[in-house]
């Protein structure tokens, strides 16, 4: 079984990106159509023209998002690249990057179109500047694209079946290759294949002679690259792809091989699976003389109806018996992503808690008795032995008295709020990561809290704000720092902070 430690906002975001209902779970699925494409040929097409910016000699790009600096050269040419990377923003964090999502979209065109599960690893780092002008154009000869894909790391063999299986979603565009796609389109689009799906029509039809693919049979002869790439061979590598068993086994091996081509200096994570046990969106605050303590214990769903208590320890490390510090969950269902569903999961269950803690002994440890309820002894959930740990109470992200209206309402002064206990010299400061509807969408910051005489100190705490712009640009998920009395504190704003 896979398992969380928490915190860990890297895997924490990742997870609920993957395997919940989210802008990138949610998008592709049914392989909905844009611009006479779909969403997953275009997100497909990002990613392999983000990873061929590779160069296996050199350990050098790869899967880094650098595409977001490129995508106005003529051989990313296409409005997909700009959408796709816009469909993408709102999950970008401190943690999260640009590049861990291209390669989940890829995965989600995929399994969207009805194609096979590709296991997920994360940790891509997002490249600041443009790489070398390396996709592969159709009017290329063979040669070059043998070597373009050598670079990238694939054999001639692979180079095939990693064209078809690209080919199997979406066509080429007459705006943007009105050279290539010369035969009158009603569509705007000549497609590669005749289902729209994730399947290998498009190695059936070239091996039967019925494809329309103008990269293969287009009047113009230059640009039949997949003709020439695909018949390297005397179609020995397109023939065995006609089991539609084995185009799918190459294809989810040679696409994970793809997303995972990152630059040397690059550690992946392990592959994603779903956790057992998850805790997430912790909020900690002062709120009329106690401390609100909310959590959530996300459990995989196997039928059982669960009771669920959470416990926890004062500061002092005491426990509290006589005043209760223990309470009983809200349970909501939680309807997992197709990505998570084709894994095996039939649903999540949201054990959410809302706990009011004591000012002055505040709170230390907490955990979680589960009682599956059908004889069986109850257990701890505990961070596997690790504790789930509050290391401490002076800086809080306040998520009650930070403002965000989300829509663009110019009147309201957004800001986000943070608490500090104790605060005589005080700087606070949080590295934040925007994201932005204009290239390149991601960056980072580091802003400085002010005091802020709007919210006066009560419960023991002072309140610092920073001015925010929340409209369409989700800052989810990063750290706050303080220096306090000398003392470094950092909290964690986890995804639900606003
Ligand atoms: C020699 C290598 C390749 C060449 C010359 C090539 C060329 C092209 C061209 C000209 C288009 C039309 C783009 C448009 O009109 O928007 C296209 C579309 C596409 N390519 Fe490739 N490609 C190559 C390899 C790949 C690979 C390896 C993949 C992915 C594994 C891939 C995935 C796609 C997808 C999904 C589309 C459809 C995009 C859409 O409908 O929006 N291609 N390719």
């Given amino acids: 079984a896979a398992v969380f430690n928490w915190p860990d906002p890297l895997l924490d975001t990742l997870d609920s990106q993957l395997y919940e209902i989210s802008t990138v779970s949610i998008l592709a699925v049914n392989c909905t159509s844009r611009d006479n494409s779909t969403i997953a040929a275009q997100w497909l097409r990002l990613a392999y023209h983000d990873m061929a910016t590779h160069n296996s000699t050199t350990g050098t790009g790869g899967m880094d998002a650098s ?73 290329q000869d063979l040669a070059s694209h043998i070597a373009s894909f050598q670079a990238q790391g694939f054999n001639e063999t692979e180079m095939i079946a990693l064209v078809a299986c690209g080919h199997s979603l979406g066509g080429v565009r007459q705006v943007d290759f009105p050279l290539i796609a010369t035969e009158d389109a009603p569509t705007g689009i000549q497609t590669f294949a005749s289902t729209v799906g994730f399947d290998n029509t498009v190695v059936t039809e070239y091996l039967d002679g019925t494809t329309e693919n103008v990269l293969v049979v287009g009047s113009n002869i230059t640009t039949r690259s997949d003709f020439r790439i695909f018949s390297i061979d005397g179609n020995a590598t397109m023939q065995s792809l006609a089991s539609p068993e084995t185009f799918n086994k190459v294809c989810a091996a040679l696409i994970e091989r793809m997303i995972n081509t990152v630059p040397s200096t690059v550690t992946l994570t392990d592959t994603l699976e779903p956790f057992d046990f998850k805790v997430q969106d912790t909020s900690f605050y002062p709120q009329a003389g106690s401390l609100v303590f909310l959590a959530t214990l996300r459990i995989i769903d196997v039928g059982v109806n669960r009771a669920v208590t959470m416990f926890w320890k004062e500061r002092t ?9 223990s309470i009983q969950a809200t349970v909501i269902q939680e309807v997992p992503s197709l990505y998570a569903q084709l894994k095996g999961v039939t649903g999540f269950n949201r054990h959410s808690f809302n706990a009011s803690i004591d000012l002055a002994t505040s709170i230390s440890h907490f955990w979680f008795e589960v009682n599956n309820s059908d004889g069986s002894a109850p257990f701890i959930v505990d961070n596997n032995g690790a504790n789930y740990t509050i290391d401490q109470d002076v800086l809080l992200y306040d998520p009650q008295r930070t403002i965000s209206t989300f829509f663009s309402n110019t009147s309201v002064n957004e800001r986000m709020v943070v608490g500090v206990k104790d605060p005589s010299k005080t700087i606070v400061t949080s590295l934040t990561t925007f994201g932005s509807n204009t290239p390149p969408f991601t960056g980072s910051g580091i802003d400085t809290f002010e005091l802020d005489s709007s919210f006066p100190p009560a419960d023991g705490y002072t309140f610092y704000s920073l001015p925010f712009d929340f409209d369409g640009v989700f800052p989810l998920s990063h750290t706050i720092q303080a220096t306090i009395n000398g003392t470094m504190y950092s909290a964690w704003v986890p995804g639900n902070g606003i």
């Fill in 317 to 325: 490390g005491k426990f509290c018996p006589a005043k209760g510090c």
């Fill in 67 to 139: 595409i977001q600096f490129e995508f106005t050269r003529a051989q990313d040419v296409g409005m997909g690249m700009i959408e796709s990377l816009r469909d993408f923003v709102s999950t970008l964090n401190q943690y999260v990057g640009m590049a861990d999502v291209i390669a989940m979209g890829a995965i989600n065109a995929v399994i969207g179109c009805g194609g096979p599960v590709i296991p997920f690893k994360g940790g891509r780092i997002d490249a600041t500047e443009a790489g070398p002008a390396t996709v592969p154009e159709p009017q």
